[in-house]
């Protein structure tokens, strides 16, 4: 990744002098994580994924949370598949449906792991919010009309009804 001159002496200071090149190892030789380079060193998401463009590697360095996902998206990293985070760990980021969206979180992924409805009910989600997550009219079936009605205050067949309809963005 090509730096500014204050990019460099941020990085590698002033003493260390004229650099204009930042490598992916330099950045493993200091173990600096995304977070510190986006805080400390003020580099951009685009600039990050130029530096390292494999996601794996970024996970293989083991310094990432589940913090980071949500800035990481460009790739993006998904935190089920990607980093084994399980429901409480996914439940307690409090993330909107859309953002579990853009790192490809997916009902499948989630039930997969132990969703169930008693959960789903945790999450506040509407049923668009569930069916923007691939939640459709087959995954109702397995539903009781207590559990459908409790969770989108509806009967079965009519969510089945409603997640039936395609919609055109």
């Not at 260390?16 to 950045?27: K, M, S, Y």
Request: hydrophobic share 45%.
């Amino acid at each position: 990744m090509e730096l500014s001159a204050r990019e460099s002496i941020r990085f590698f200071g002033l003493w260390d002098q004229p650099r204009t090149i930042l490598a992916w190892e330099d950045v493993k030789s200091r173990c600096l994580s995304w977070r510190s380079l986006r805080q400390d060193y003020g580099f951009s998401r685009a600039n990050l994924v130029l530096l390292q463009p494999d996601k794996n590697e970024w996970i293989k360095r083991g310094a990432l949370t589940l913090h980071d996902m949500l800035d990481m998206s460009i790739f993006p990293i998904n935190p089920i598949s990607d980093l084994h985070a399980d429901l409480a760990e996914i439940w307690s980021m409090k993330w909107t449906s859309d953002q579990m969206k853009l790192m490809h979180i997916t009902y499948a992924q989630m039930k997969r792991n132990g969703l169930n409805v008693p959960i789903m009910q945790h999450f506040g989600f509407s049923l668009l919010a569930w069916s923007s997550l691939n939640f459709d009219e087959r995954d109702v079936v397995a539903m009781s009309e207590n559990d459908c009605t409790s969770l989108f205050g509806l009967p079965v067949k009519e969510v089945q009804e409603i997640l039936s309809i395609k919609y055109v963005d």
